[in-house]
T-cell receptor, first 115, second 116 residues
Framework: EAGVVQSPRYKIIEKKQPVAFWCNPI?????LYWYLQNLGQGPELLIR????????DSQLPKDRFSAERLKGVDSTLKIQPAELGDSAVYLC?????????????FGPGTRLTVL | AQTVTQSQPEMSVQEAETVTLSCTYD???????LFWYKQPPSRQMILVIR??????QNATENRFSVNFQKAAKSFSLKISDSQLGDAAMYFC?????????????FGKGTKLSVKP
């Protein structure tokens, strides 16, 4: 069974340019997460989806970041315009939310470098 | 708010030896989960071991075991018979049952090196 797929693996852009990351969760997983991982830090949640609904986007900087999960399957995270401080790894994870405990499975992440 | 603290930025162990990684956390919740994740250079976060707070017995997965001290809010990971493939970043993480359910809270990580 395929794991969480993310693309691209690496992205280098100039500041003020837009950028988008794509995530395809494990088949059947209704919950999708986007995490930001700065260098030398643990991941921090940006947004969590339950099916198509964003149930927690409190940590998403909405002035420049946006996300969508239109059909409740794959998702796109966008930054417009990118800033130097956005250089980081963006991780996607998914889980099957049934009951109290839902193990999250992570993708390999996208490493963004903003010049 | 819940916090997770890993006080060892880097650790080193000789191959075949045992190493213990430390983690403390702060929460007002009584029910929660704790995890150790491994992140190799490939960046893929892999679940190593999980502990439910209501269970007194410490979790064990092959060479990996934890020492869970609920009153002290301590959750350490012991790796026995260390192997070269164990070299990675290790993150301690917290998951609450209540309002924080679904949102993993990670520590800053410990970089483990394994010497041949």
């Amino acid at each position: 069974e395929a794991g969480v797929v993310q693309s691209p693996r690496y992205k280098i852009i100039e500041k003020k340019q837009p950028v988008a990351f794509w995530c395809n969760p494990i088949s059947g997983h209704n919950t999708l997460y986007w995490y930001l991982q700065n260098l030398g830090q643990g991941p921090e949640l940006l947004i969590r989806y339950e099916n198509e609904e964003a149930v927690d986007d409190s940590q998403l900087p909405k002035d420049r970041f946006s996300a969508e999960r239109l059909k409740g399957v794959d998702s796109t995270l966008k930054i417009q315009p990118a800033e130097l401080g956005d250089s980081a790894v963006y991780l996607c994870a998914s889980s099957f939310s049934f009951g109290v405990y839902n193990e999250q499975f992570f993708g390999p992440g996208t490493r963004l470098t903003v010049l | 708010a819940q916090t997770v603290t890993q006080s060892q930025p880097e650790m080193s162990v000789q191959e075949a030896e045992t190493v213990t990684l430390s983690c403390t956390y702060d929460t007002s919740e009584s029910d929660y989960y704790l995890f150790w994740y491994k992140q190799p250079p490939s960046r893929q976060m892999i679940l190593v071991i999980r502990q439910e707070a209501y269970k007194q017995q410490n979790a064990t997965e092959n060479r990996f075991s934890v020492n869970f001290q609920k009153a002290a809010k301590s959750f350490s990971l012991k790796i026995s018979d260390s192997q070269l493939g164990d070299a990675a970043m290790y993150f301690c993480a917290y998951l609450g049952y209540g309002g924080s359910q679904g949102n993993l809270i990670f520590g800053k990580g410990t970089k483990l090196s394994v010497k041949p």
